[in-house]
């Protein structure tokens, strides 16, 4: 059996992104911001201020978050080349010794790319993804939200919402608003993650159904 070299990468990835979630008291991180100045305000009046940004890759389109619970990568949504930026990124900030060539994974735009230029975010948190998980969510999830929210009102940042949070720990989407024994485990974990009951975080995922029908 060929060992998979990113499994015990995302894993730590994961990992940090529920350890940055603890950080900020339990709530979601954020995924997109206007602009850099907002995410540096941010964290500068957080419990810890020692969280710093670098710029990444020369072209002024990336910056790589340090703290507090391992780097990030945040990468203007209009810049090409993200799939080798990211690649070079979990070389040389998560160790990574072999390349995202045919290895089966997505570079994901943790706010939708397309979604994140219409309503000019500036910078969005990039992950590591399996290909089947990102296609299968992209498919029944996130072409519809776009379609739901096309009248938004735009936010200064975004944060993770429960459903792209399923996607990046590698969790099925919830499809026709069936809720499968996996995402009933995932509200266990963000129960207790967030502090709130099991009740509330799949009333979650439940709106944010009602949400993309409402769209259609």
Excluded at 3 to 14: E, G, M, T, Y
Excluded at 51 to 62: E, K, L, M
Excluded at 86 to 113: I, P
Aim: charged content about 20%.
């Amino acid at each position: 059996m060929v060992q998979d070299p990113f499994s015990p990468v995302l894993s730590r990835l994961q990992a940090g992104l529920v350890a940055e979630s603890a950080h900020l008291g339990r709530i979601p991180v954020i995924v997109a911001a206007l602009n850099l100045d907002i995410l540096k305000t941010f964290w500068r009046y957080r419990t810890q201020p020692d969280v710093t940004f670098t710029s990444y890759g020369g072209s002024g389109q990336a910056y790589v978050q340090s703290g507090p619970a391992g780097a990030v990568l945040w990468m203007d949504p209009a810049a090409s080349g993200y799939r080798d930026l990211f690649g070079r990124f979990l070389t040389e900030h998560w160790g990574t010794a072999t390349t995202l060539t045919n290895s089966g994974y997505d570079v994901d735009h943790m706010y939708n790319r397309a979604r994140a230029r219409r309503y000019g975010y500036g910078l969005v948190r990039m992950f590591l993804v399996r290909g089947e998980i990102n296609r299968d969510h992209g498919r029944a999830w996130e072409r519809q939200i776009g379609t739901a929210e096309k009248d938004r009102f735009v936010k200064i940042m975004k944060l993770l919402d429960g459903m792209s949070e399923l996607k990046v720990l590698g969790l099925p989407p919830v499809k026709n608003g069936l809720l499968l024994p996996e995402h009933h485990a995932a509200a266990r974990q963000a129960a207790a993650q967030y502090g709130i009951p099991v009740d509330a975080a799949l009333q979650t995922l439940r709106a944010l159904c009602e949400r993309v029908s409402a769209g259609d």
